[in-house]
């Protein structure tokens, strides 16, 4: 008990001496805890924890503060990608949500691909062209790009409709520069509906493609 008592001692410490508590989201104008802190107090923890199960309270000191570092340091990274994300892509009808330190790209086919087709619309090119731009700066992140229909023809004809999707955005970013190695596609068909097949809105809202940019911890 004592030595877990420690333990997190030395990573409320470390974790709260890392720089700004709060940011101004500058979208909503409200304050909000920066990801910033959020990633060094788990990182702390984390690293408190590990440091602890090897050795004593020096070892969890240590685990606790390149933990608290190496966490802050990309909720950093992520919170300024975020931002230039968000400019980018305002007004092109693809919305930009946060998961922890992952972004999360939700891409409505509506803009995407022609109905029952895997063939990005010409004028969505030029908002891939934008996200690539993004990924190419902060390239210490890796892309999964995920496709996703309706429930509408057979579930073996979705699901290749949505592998096909996935890939053409993948495409795209691959040609405007994104490393190939950086991009994994995948496509989970009809299987993950976000909202009812049963009406034409949510049958719309289903027909997607999401693209999750997420930190690779060892490039930090």
Avoid: W
Wanted: charged share 15%; glycine share 12%.
């Amino acid at each position: 008990m004592k030595k877990i008592h420690s333990m997190i001692v030395v990573a409320l410490v470390a974790a709260f001496t890392l720089p700004s508590c709060t940011t101004v989201n500058p979208y909503t104008g409200q304050q909000q805890t920066s990801k910033t802190i959020q990633g060094g107090a788990i990182g702390a923890l984390g690293g408190a924890a590990v440091g602890a199960m090897l050795g004593d309270r020096k070892d969890a000191l240590k685990g606790a503060v390149v933990g608290g570092l190496l966490g802050g340091g990309i909720g950093s990274y992520m919170d300024t990608q975020e931002a230039e994300v968000r400019r980018q892509l305002r007004g092109t009808g693809v919305s930009v949500s946060r998961s922890g330190n992952d972004l999360v790209l939700n891409m409505p086919s509506d803009i995407t691909f022609r109905t029952g087709s895997a063939g990005i619309q010409p004028r969505f090119v030029n908002t891939l062209s934008s996200v690539a731009l993004v990924l190419k700066k902060y390239n210490r992140t890796r892309i999964s790009i995920v496709g996703h229909t309706d429930s509408v023809g057979s579930s073996a004809s979705n699901q290749s409709l949505s592998i096909a999707r996935a890939r053409s955005v993948a495409g795209v970013l691959n040609s405007r520069g994104v490393a190939g190695s950086r991009i994994l596609t995948y496509g989970q068909g009809e299987s993950r509906p976000v909202a009812s097949n049963s009406t034409t809105n949510g049958r719309a809202q289903n027909r997607r493609v999401e693209l999750r940019i997420v930190p690779q911890q060892s490039q930090f």
